[in-house]
Structure formats: C-alpha cells, structure tokens
C-alpha cells in the first residue's frame, strides 16, 4: 500500500503526542505512505497550527498529555467554526468504551487503541482525508449551484430591466420623432436654422433608437433566446436594398462600390442577422472613413460559403486593440472624439456564430481596414 489520496502539495497531517518515541514511529509510518507530517509535543502548539493560516488537514492526537488533554484541544478546535471541518483521529492506550464515546462526543472522527498496528493507521488515515475528499466535494459542487442559480436570477433581472427600458425608451422616442415631423412640415423652408434644428432632432433619436435596439439585441444573444428564421433572400438585392437604405438614413457622403462575384446567391437567410451584420460593419466603415472617401463592399461565392467583403479607407485598428475589438463595449484607443459605444463589432461576431461562420481581418493603421465575413451557405430542407 504506497498511496497518497486527498492531499494537496501543501497539505499534510499533524502529529500530536508528548512521548518523542510515539512521534517518531508515527511520523516514519505515513512519510513512508508519502504523507507531509507535522509534530508537536502538546496541546497548545497544536492549537497554535490548528489557528494559523497553514492548517493540517487531518490531525492525530494523542489522549493523555499533561497540562491539556486530547479531549479539550479537541473541543477547543471544534469551537471554532474555521476548524470544525478538520477531522481528529485520536490515539490513545485508554480502550474502554467510556473513554471512545467520550472521543466522539467532543468531535473526534475516529479512534485509535495504542498500541496501534501500522495497517489499521495508514487505512483509517486514508479513510478520513477520503471523506474529507468528498466533502469538499460536495461543497464546491453546492457553491457551483449557488452561483448558477444567482447567475440565472441575474440574468433574469437584466433581462426584465432591458425590456423596461426598451418600452419605456420607445414610446417617447416615438412620439419626439412624430412631433419633429410635424415641425419640419409647419416650419419655414427659407429658415435653415429651423431645418438643421429639426434635423438634429431625428437624428439623435434615431442614434437613441438604434442604441436602444442594439442593447435588446445584445441581451437577446447573450440570453441564447435567437433562433434562426431563414426566408429566401436574394443576396444581390438584399445588399443593394441595405446600401441605399443606409444612405438615406446616415445621409451617405461616401461612395460604397458594391460588386458581387459568384453565380448561386438566393438562399434561405435569416433577414434579421444578416442586416445586422452588414449594416453595422457598413456603418463601422463610414464612421471612421474620411468623408467621400470610397468604401468596398463585394459579395463572393466560395464553394459552401458565402463572403462578404467591406474594406474602407479609414484610421485603421491598431495592432494592440485586436484581439479585443469584438469585446462588448470595447472601444479602440484612437479613436478619438468619434461617437460610439462599442456595441456594433460584438453584434457582428455573435450574429456571426450563430451561423457558424468566421470574421477575418486586415488593417493598416491610417490606410483601412477590411472584415471578411465567412458564412456557410445554409441547407435547405
């Protein structure tokens, strides 16, 4: 028998006798077993390790020892919450019942008649730091529910609180809008102060309704409540279709080159995703774009995948940002004074795996930046 089950590196088992030969066989015994031992001569010195921030995890101890006793180190140990959980063995030459059930009562494990044989000890030692093993266990398995149940309540609560702040947020973004439509009908079309006014106002609240709309969408992926709901879709026309409507509502001054390459581009689709994909990459680009400068956007058919490629003319990612662009709410250091809140790129990749696909990068710092998007063509049927 040459194991060492349930003890950590650091761990080991503490010996308390006052006779040194006791000690020494004890201690020859289980460091042959591979045990760490530590030895002590009384009482005290063993509540002094009991105390410390180096508990043993199984303690040995002996019953009559002079100034103290096994029986009150044990109960001294065992009125303490932080040393409850330490098992005692003890070890004495007393083997009348009396004195065993007194043993148990003050919270000892297990009990040792002297003199001992090597087997017995080396088997009841294992024993415990076994159940000490499982225990542990069983603890940590708890904890885990805990924290499950406390990350399901949390999400839960988030969930609620996005959906509040989504309707309540709606409702009067709605009405600001309808109402800065009947100002610009009413308003002088000679003043163009009150038109850039009106202007600013539809604006910001379409700038308040996308963010509004990103975060229900966020929270909709991170609660895994999104399945795919493919229509058939024409990838050509979806694109041209995305591009002037992002035109009207950003009022483009960019020229994005649209181009397709490939002969097989209607399929099953889910409209949503990939609006969601393309409009916010499409937007990343014209953000951080020079004015007028040209944006690429091409569409490629590869075998069982589809690629979009959108490349633009703008400041680039630096290379310490790129590991984290995709991250929620993670904004790129040079970014400067351009509005955002780091939502879009984490949009994209999450829309992105739920079809299983890829995103691919190329940057240069002040000549552009291209994603390529890979999405395998889904089955139909």
């Known amino acids: 028998m040459n194991s060492k089950p349930s003890l950590e590196s650091s761990e080991y088992i503490l010996l308390v006798d006052d006779e040194l030969n006791n000690l020494a066989v004890l201690s020859a015994l289980l460091t042959q077993q591979g045990y760490t031992v530590r030895r002590v001569l009384n009482g005290q010195k063993a509540l002094n390790l009991v105390r410390s921030n180096e508990p043993p995890a199984l303690v040995l101890l002996d019953i009559m020892m002079p100034e103290m006793d096994g029986y009150q180190v044990c109960q001294k140990m065992k009125s303490d919450e932080k040393n409850r959980e330490i098992a005692v063995i003890f070890l004495s030459a007393l083997d009348d019942v009396n004195n065993k059930v007194k043993g148990f009562e003050v919270g000892g494990a297990d009990y040792i008649t002297k003199p ?3 087997l017995e000890v080396i088997t009841r030692v294992q024993h415990q730091l076994g159940l000490r093993k499982l225990q542990q266990q069983i603890k940590i398995e708890a904890q885990l ?3 499950l149940l406390q990350e399901q309540e949390n999400r839960e609560f988030k969930r609620r609180i996005i959906t509040t702040i989504s309707h309540e947020y709606r409702t009067p973004l709605s009405i600001i809008m309808t ?10 079309l000679e003043n163009p102060k009150q038109q850039k006014h009106i202007q ?3 604006q910001m609240v379409q700038h308040l309704s996308s963010l509004v709309n990103d975060v229900v969408l966020v929270n909709e992926l991170e609660q895994e409540e999104i399945i795919l709901q493919p229509v058939t879709l024409n990838l050509i026309e979806f694109c041209q279709t995305l591009i002037s409507e992002l035109k009207v509502a950003r009022q483009v001054k960019h020229q994005i080159n649209f181009s397709n390459q490939g002969n097989e581009f209607d399929g099953q689709w889910d409209e949503r995703i990939l609006r969601q994909i393309l409009s916010h990459l499409l937007s990343n680009a014209i ?4 004015p007028e400068s040209q944006i690429d956007f091409k569409l490629v058919q590869e075998q069982d995948k589809i690629e979009f490629h959108i490349q633009d003319q703008g400041i680039g990612i630096l290379p310490e940002n ?3 662009i995709f991250d929620l709410f993670y904004r790129g250091d040079h970014v400067g004074t351009i509005q955002g809140e780091g939502l879009g790129l984490s949009i994209v990749n999450k829309c992105v795996n739920l079809y299983g696909g890829n995103i691919l990068l190329e940057t240069e710092i002040n000549q552009g930046t291209t994603f390529i998007v890979k999405l395998p063509i889904p089955k139909i049927g």
Do not use: T, V
Request: hydrophobic residues 25%.
């Open 116 to 118: 001992f044989e090597s």
């Open 145 to 147: 529910r805990e924290s």
């Open 179 to 188: 109402s800065a439509g009947l100002l610009e009908n009413y308003c002088d």
């Open 200 to 202: 600013r106002i539809q």
């Open 287 to 290: 953000k951080f774009s020079p």
């Open 322 to 324: 790129r590991d984290q």
